[in-house]
């Protein structure tokens, strides 16, 4: 036997304020009952009204180098050493460099950062 599960339809912001109010609430509910799949539900109606209206934009490339480098405990100077200096480093820090093409291919290989994140800045 299937259980219905009504949920609201969220097209306002109000209907998105009602809708996390009511998974506030339901946050603790057990998986495969009537509330889980209704925690589910609006999970995913949420998520496609905040996409929709909120939507997050690709990372800046400079802060996903600054966040590798924080992740990684790297340095600048160890930036330096993988891309061509303290001067480029300070240049791509204060925004009068972009990266080049050769910078993208070593930090991708290097440093794993997703190519298509450092690409967004290139040029």
């Given amino acids: 036997m299937t259980t219905k599960v009504l949920v609201p339809v969220i097209k306002t912001e109000?209907?998105?304020?009602?809708?996390?109010?009511?998974?506030?609430?339901?946050?603790?509910?057990?998986?495969?009952?009537?509330?889980?799949?209704?925690?589910?539900v609006l999970a995913t109606l949420i998520e496609a009204y905040?996409?929709?209206?909120?939507?997050?934009?690709?990372?800046?490339?400079?802060?996903?180098?600054?966040?590798r480098m924080d992740q990684?405990?790297?340095t600048r100077d160890d930036l330096a050493r993988l891309i061509?200096?303290?001067?480029?480093?300070?240049?791509?820090f204060s925004g009068s460099r972009k990266l080049s093409l050769n910078m993208i291919r070593t930090l991708h290989?290097?440093?794993k950062i997703p190519a298509d994140v450092l690409i967004n800045d290139a040029g």
């Fill in 14 to 40: 109000k209907d998105y304020k009602a809708a996390l109010a009511q998974i506030e609430k339901l946050m603790d509910a057990k998986a495969n009952s009537p509330e889980g799949d209704r925690l589910d």
């Fill in 50 to 67: 905040e996409d929709k209206h909120y939507p997050i934009g690709p990372p800046d490339p400079i802060e996903a180098i600054k966040f």
């Fill in 72 to 74: 990684m405990g790297y």
């Fill in 84 to 92: 061509g200096g303290k001067s480029r480093v300070s240049e791509l």
């Fill in 109 to 111: 290989r290097e440093w």
